[in-house]
C-alpha cells in the first residue's frame, strides 16, 4: 500500500499527515510538524485588549495554516522560502523515519478561480474542451495561460454539476519551483478550499447525506468547503483569517455570512451544521461566534489518531488540512489537480533515480527467485533422468541378456535385433493395392466382380495365403488376371482352383489361391517387366 504525504506549508510551520491506503483500507500514520524557521507574529493588541477579547489571547501563537503567496514582481528579489522549507522538509523526513512514496500539496485558494459549473450530462466526455468557454466570462484572468481541470459533484437527470478550476500558470510554475527547490516533488496539487474535501475520506462523520460546512480558521486566510455524501458541492478561499480580530472582527463576520449566505442560495444545498479545523478553532469562544455568524450548529473537528508514533488521545486541528490533503489520494474518483499540461508529473530518469533502491532490490529478490527455481528444475530433472537410466538398464538385462545404462550401446543393441523382427514387411492394404493395380482395365468385353476376398500374412516361419473368388466372362480372363497377380514379388505361387459357369448366364466362376512371401522370403523378380511392376508398387 503507497504512503503518502499531505504538506500544509505555513507561514512559521511545516505540518505534514501520513497515511497508508490501498486494498480498501485506509490508515493514519503519523502527524509531523517542522519549524521554517521564522518567529510567530507578536500580537498587535494590548494588554487590556487581550483581557477583553478573548481571540487576541491566542493570536500570538496562531500560525498560518496556508502556503505563502509565490514571489512575484518586486518581491522576487527578496529571500524566497526554499532555504528555509528545505531545512524543515528534511527535518520533517527524518521524524518520519523512510520517506513516503506520494508528496500532496495545495496551491493558495485565493490566487485561483474555483467555480461551480452546470453542464448537459450528454457532454461528460468532452468537458475539458467544453469548461474553457463555461469559465472564460467569470474569471479575471486568460484561460489560454492558466491551468483549467475540474472534479465531478454529482449528476441529476440530463444535467452534470462540476465543480472547475483555473490558475494562471505562473501562480503553479513559481509555487513548483519552490517546492522543487526545497527538494518537495509533489505527485499532485490540490486547489484551495476544495482540498479540504479530503478530510471525509479521514473522518466519517463527514460523509454524511446531510450538508457540512467545512471551514478552516488560518491567521491570515480562511478556507470554506460545502460538503455532501463527502463530495464537495462548494469552496471558497477568504483573504481574510484569525488576525483580523479584534479592530476588523466585524468586516470577518461580515464575509463567512455572506459566503455562507451564497451557499444557501441556488443550486448548492442549504448546510446542516459547520465543523471547524485550523488553528483558529483552537481559540477560546470561536465555537459561539461561529454559530452566531451562520445561525448554524458548529462543532470542532475531530481527527483520527495516527497508529505509529507516540500514543495521544487528540490531535490537533491544525493538521487537518495536510490529514486532507494526504486522504485525497485514496479516492478512484477524479479530483482537481494542477499538475495537467507543462506540469505534469514526469516519469523519467528522475524517478527511476530517486527508486534505484527499490528497484535494484526487486530486480535481485527476482534473479534469486530465478536462480533457486532453476536449481530446483535441475534437480529434479536429474532425479528423473537417474530413474530412467535405471529403467533402461533394467529393461536392456530383461531383453538382450546385457545390463546397459548406455543410450548408444542400448540403440546398437535394438539394431541388432531388427531382422528377427515380428512385423511383417507388407499389411494388408499393401497387398490389396497389389491387387487392384495389376487387375485388367474393365471393358465392355471384361467385366470383373470380385465375391470373396480373403488375406492372411501368415507368420514367423509360415508363409501367408490370399483367396480370390470372383465372377469373370470367359477363362481366358481368368487366367489373363492370374498371370497378373503372379507378376507380384510377393506372390512367389498362384493356384487355380475351380471354374464353374453360372446357371442361366454366360459367365464363370473362379478361384484362386496366391501364396504370401514378402521381404527376405520374396521370390527375385523373373523378368525386367515384373521388376518394373515390383518398383512400381512398392
Not at 461528460?124 to 474569471?139: A, N
Not at 527467485?369 to 538385462?397: C, K, N, P
Amino acid at each position: 500500500m503507497a504512503r503518502v504525504l499531505g504538506l500544509d506549508i505555513g507561514t512559521n510551520t511545516l505540518r505534514g499527515a501520513l497515511v497508508r491506503s490501498g486494498y480498501g483500507r485506509f490508515e493514519v500514520l503519523r502527524y509531523v510538524e517542522a519549524s521554517l524557521g521564522g518567529e510567530s507574529p507578536a500580537s498587535t493588541t494590548s494588554p487590556e485588549q487581550e483581557q477583553a477579547d478573548p481571540f487576541a489571547r491566542a493570536l500570538a501563537a496562531l500560525p498560518d495554516a496556508g502556503p505563502p503567496m509565490p514571489p512575484s514582481g518586486a518581491d522576487a528579489e527578496q529571500p524566497a522560502i526554499a532555504n528555509p522549507l528545505r531545512a524543515a522538509f528534511k527535518d520533517l523526513l527524518r521524524k518520519l523515519g523512510r520517506p513516503p512514496e506520494e508528496v500532496v500539496v495545495a496551491v493558495d485558494g485565493t490566487l485561483v478561480s474555483l467555480r461551480r459549473v452546470t453542464v448537459p450530462a450528454a457532454l461528460v466526455k468532452k468537458l475539458d474542451e467544453v469548461l474553457p468557454g463555461e469559465l472564460e466570462s467569470v474569471v479575471p484572468f486568460e484561460l489560454d495561460r492558466a491551468v483549467v481541470d475540474h472534479q465531478p459533484i454529482r449528476r441529476e437527470g440530463a444535467t452534470l454539476s462540476v465543480l472547475a478550476t483555473a490558475a494562471p500558470l505562473e501562480v503553479v510554475r513559481d509555487l513548483l519551483s519552490d517546492l522543487s527547490a526545497a527538494g518537495i516533488h509533489p505527485k499532485e496539487i490540490a486547489v484551495g478550499a476544495a482540498a479540504l474535501d479530503g478530510l471525509a475520506r479521514a473522518a466519517a462523520p463527514l460523509r454524511s447525506p446531510d450538508p457540512v460546512l467545512l471551514v478552516d480558521l488560518g491567521q491570515k486566510r480562511t478556507d470554506l468547503c460545502l460538503l455532501r455524501d463527502g463530495r464537495c458541492e462548494m469552496a471558497r478561499s477568504l483573504s481574510m483569517g484569525t488576525s483580523a480580530f479584534p479592530d476588523r472582527s466585524v468586516p470577518f463576520a461580515r464575509l463567512i455570512g455572506q459566503s455562507v449566505a451564497a451557499m444557501r442560495g441556488g443550486e448548492t444545498p442549504d448546510p446542516r451544521k459547520v465543523v471547524l479545523v485550523g488553528g483558529g478553532s483552537l481559540l477560546d469562544g470561536i465555537v459561539e461566534w461561529v454559530a452566531n455568524i451562520t445561525d448554524l450548529p458548529v462543532e470542532v473537528a475531530t481527527l483520527p489518531l495516527p497508529i505509529e508514533g507516540e500514543r495521544a488521545s487528540w490531535v490537533d486541528p491544525r493538521f487537518a488540512r495536510a490529514l486532507a490533503l494526504a486522504a485525497r489520494t485514496s479516492s478512484k474518483e477524479k479530483r482537481l489537480d494542477l499538475r495537467r499540461g507543462e506540469f505534469a508529473t514526469r516519469k523519467g530518469i528522475s524517478n527511476l533515480r530517486e527508486h534505484l533502491p527499490l528497484v535494484a532490490g526487486c530486480a535481485a529478490a527476482v534473479f534469486l527467485s530465478f536462480a533457486i527455481s532453476t536449481w530446483a528444475r535441475y534437480s529434479a530433472l536429474m532425479d528423473d533422468q537417474e530413474t530412467l537410466v535405471a529403467e533402461m538398464s533394467r529393461q536392456s538385462e530383461r531383453l538382450f541378456g546385457k545390463a546397459s545404462s548406455s543410450p548408444d550401446e542400448v540403440r546398437k543393441l535394438l539394431e541388432g535385433q531388427r531382422q528377427g523382427d515380428p512385423l511383417p514387411e507388407v499389411d494388408a492394404f499393401g497387398v490389396l493395392s497389389a491387387i487392384n493395380m495389376r487387375m485388367p482395365p474393365a471393358s465392355e468385353s471384361f467385366v470383373h466382380d470380385i465375391e470373396r476376398l480373403t488375406i492372411d500374412l501368415g507368420e514367423p516361419g509360415r508363409d501367408g495365403s490370399v483367396q480370390l473368388h470372383g465372377i469373370v466372362g470367359t477363362i481366358e480372363q481368368r487366367d489373363q488376371i492370374a498371370d497378373a497377380l503372379g507378376r507380384y514379388a510377393c506372390f512367389p505361387e498362384v493356384k487355380k482352383l475351380r471354374t464353374t459357369r453360372m446357371v442361366g448366364e454366360e459367365r464363370m466362376k473362379y478361384q484362386l489361391e496366391m501364396a504370401v512371401r514378402c521381404g527376405a522370403r520374396a521370390r527375385p523378380a523373373q523378368t525386367s517387366q515384373s521388376q518394373g511392376e515390383q518398383r512400381g508398387s512398392d
